[in-house]
């Protein structure tokens, strides 16, 4: 499908932002007009440097409070038209978006409507222009498309048709099943938008909250699907209104909408043919409907993942010294020395992190200067092969590192924000992996690879980077999300999303918030806008594991007594078990399904720390309960009262 | 008033908020249930703590969801409320405030409601402790004070009175005036908050938006004011949720909510001494009332501010010689020196400016590294004693600068973020003033004061100074708040207020940003906060000042040709005066009420420039529909091509 998106929807200026289009691949624009007016340039300047940059300009929006006016505001409008026709001509754009009226001088009469379009259609089309109506979810008479439909009809001018938004219906709760019965050559356009679910006004909630498909929570999917049934051909487009894509990296977010769109595609070509094998029952498609007119792209399946392999720090040698210390000290076992590269490998059981000292390497260039930052994430996956071509589809880079002779060659993409994703053979498991490309020290037995593994990965984003990183998660890596929780730092509110794979083997937990001062902003700034805060290994025993660390001088975040005594009233615990909890300082969390246990060291480099975790019975949370108390003992135990690695890290 | 405030209205881990509350002289607390959790000490160390710093512990919010539940949920509440009031009685808290419930379980049921309160305070009460019940705006059968108060008169109990918040009134349109009617010793506790109007679900405005009285846009003097009359001489206090406010600098929100509640109680007692003055209609206060109990704070009247008398500049050496040779372009007077100071007098009709090049004095070192910064701003007053006195009163820092002799002392205090806001006497006249301090080159004539006025101060200010500077605006200079408008930077949106003195011939406006990325930001973000972005410069003619300026060599930000195309179909202009706007690049706007014309120099320092400005005909407003097209042209020109100045002033 032809892919265009609005200018409205990213930062910069017009200029950069077409250039950032162009870079995504996109094959047009929906130019907004504060974009037009506010360019140093002529129509016919502007034309040039779209075409020269492989776009076309597909639709223009030059007004609003058209159809159902009194006589005189309706004259002025046609007035004003024919001016914004000359332009249009001049930018060479074919269609004029003309929104439902929400004035409170617009009059409810269909009829009117209809005949105050028809002589707009009829005045563009004597210049070779048309026009399309589309329903606002907040205009005054027409809200659905259903009744825009009908005033088009009713309006009978070929050059008028429909132009459909998925978040004006879906916003409002409206069917679109009945969207497949329209003609698909009378919708003239449509606009694809996303959002997360709000109890706002509509209009409030449509100017800054959208965002792109896949990265809410309507059903843009069925609602395309329904699009696409009618027999419409035309281009798939984004206008997004979002507060946060105006402040971000408009290249990113010009990828971000271009994944979005081929990843939209592939789904609802996935539906359609998991529909056409089953077929819906009745009710839910009604009336003719016309073929899929449109090839959809096809793609390899989400990747299933089934395990976290490796976890690799960028890290300079003192770094390096002082991690190896503290990985000693929690129970890994240094297990050999890469065969070609300063890596060292470390195990626990199934959990295996990667010290990379590699001098020029591209995790030292990207991470290195950061103390010790995680430069590289190891998921084991059926179709390695299969994961990266999904991934490259959907605009992820890839990533080639150097391989030595003998060494595996891992399929490798590069996450938002720089952090190295490798898709590792499920089948090769964890001595072929690392056997191939460490000198191990010592043979390992299968007893070795019991026990403790990562349970999750914590993530702090840039509030910039939420939305890319959730459809990067659910797109890229097929992973789901889970409920998102909102908790209090000392310093802003801060929320967190968790995102997981089907058997919950991989869970990865994404946390942002606005203020600039909290540690998740903080820990974000200081890597570029995504940092890996800690890691979490999963136990057994947390309590044998606790004192067995507490014994090798690890040190954990104090956690107050006055928590324990608000623990006892808000669960039932075993008196024996809350005394453990509190002398131990182990956090208690509990849902329907289970218990959650976990603890967390002080930080061991700069805001990066472990956590230790043990899950009961399906619980399936992180604990965010427990997270504004955590962040009140780690914003109390100060920046000065770290461990000694996390005192010495801060001078090298 | 004894003066309370929740400690989840502010930043920071438990001990930072208990010093900034004590540090604005607040009588007491409300502990937030959070803030006493995540604290590394016991319940008797934070009373100690507190009585330290002069501080009581008044309430404590424990649990939700206690009255009408089904018996086993309920037995469990009472468990837990006998292990909360063993907490209470350690800290000294004396009252335990109980929202009503808002869980699907929930009975419809008031008398067992009231039994149940009944239940629990007779509980407290043999500890020595008082329960108030307080109607949240999203109870599930509880929501207006009325239905509360129902309750505890049904409860019969000593023990158990009502709890008022002006929010959970307010946000429901509910009427206070009943509130009067109530036996003020029967209400237990007040919390104030305000709030601006927003269309959204309650329990999220109440959660993210709240803000302190005066911030906002509720009728916060009318509810506190019937509370009075009720008899109620009990706390006053704030319970703010604000997402800002959770970011900010906690010693400065605490300052402000200080302010804040000093300037309710002051507005409130004007309120009360007009309305005694004359009696208000039938039908607005009904029923037998007591009499108000407490004594309210008296202050001098708000300043009625006549002009703004002059605007100083912090600069450096070279910075002082490319500002003057600037200002000498666009017809300023070079007028003279200082007496004692390093500081020169420019002059334009009305419109003073001074650059300040003073080793060593404040200015320089609060502003001097920043190249041209505005550093303070005098206005003409009546009363400048007054106006000295009523914003100690409400907590502005008083500003002492050295004087020499035969100068003028005039009275002056700091303003949020730093600029000093000197009251000038309105007796003593432009030459009064500078003809005391400066040692000016040439006798001043009646016409040399006539002509250009300083038509407005600009100001970019960090988000979390917005509310801060509203309030101070209102407070502490007497100005009203007029529309806000938002408009979009490239790199984010903007919004800003304007606030002005009731003839309006004082105006600043104000403009804040979310974006990190936005010139408001950045302008904000190099000056600690707040800065000047632009003066504006009123003129008869704005035509024949631009070609006078173009002529001395000023540039101006460059409009594109696109707007004037689109201005033609907005508005009817004659041809002839589109033409000249075109010619000359200068915005329009228009209202209701009249026309502005306004145009923007290029920057003459690192995001400071000057707006020439005629106004006719009393339009309102700023010409904010041009920002988007004004910021959108700066952004074009990029850093690199401003004036000589702003190209030479990044290397000084």
Redesign the interface.
Known sequence: MHKSIATVSM??????KLEAIAAAGFDGIELF???????????GELRARAADLGLSIDLYQPFRDFEGMPEPQFRKSL??AE??FD?MQALGVPLMLCCSNTSPLAMDDQALAAAHLHELAERASRRGLRVGFEALAWGRHTRYYGQAWSIVQQAEHPDLGLILDSFHTLSLHDDPAGIADIPGDRIFFLQMADAPL????VM?WAR?HRNFPGQGELDVERFLLQTLRSGYAGPLSLEIFN?VF??ASNRRIAVDAMRSLRYLENRVLNRLQTVQARPEPAGVVQGPQAQVQVPLLSLPPAPSLKAIAFVEFAVDEPHAELLGAVLQKTGFTREGDHRSKAATLYRKGHAALVLNTEPGSFARARFGSFGASVCAIGLCVDDPDGALERATALCSMPFDSPVGPGEIVTPAIVSPGGIVIHFIPSALGQTGLFGADFALERPWSAADAAGTVIDHVALCLNLDQRDTWVLFARAVLGLASEAREQY?D????TSSLGVSSGERSVRLVLAVS?????RATLAANAQGGVAVSHISLSTDDIFAEVRAWRDKGVAFV?I????Y??L???FDLDPDLLARLRNHGVLFDRDAAGDYFHIYTEDVSERFCFELTQRSDGYAGYGASNS??KL??Q??AGAGRGTELARRSRFV
Do not use: C, V, W
Request: proline fraction near 5%.
């Open positions: 930062s910069g200026t017009l200029p950069e007009e504060n974009d037009f007016i506010g360019f140093r340039g002529t129509a007035e004003r001016r914004k332009l709000l109890s706002m006004d409030q800054h507060d105006r402040e209090a000392p310093y802003g509110l606005q203020s600039q001062r909290t104090a107050p007594g006055n928590y005594d608000d006892a009233t808000r504004a108390i009140a003992a914003a109390q």
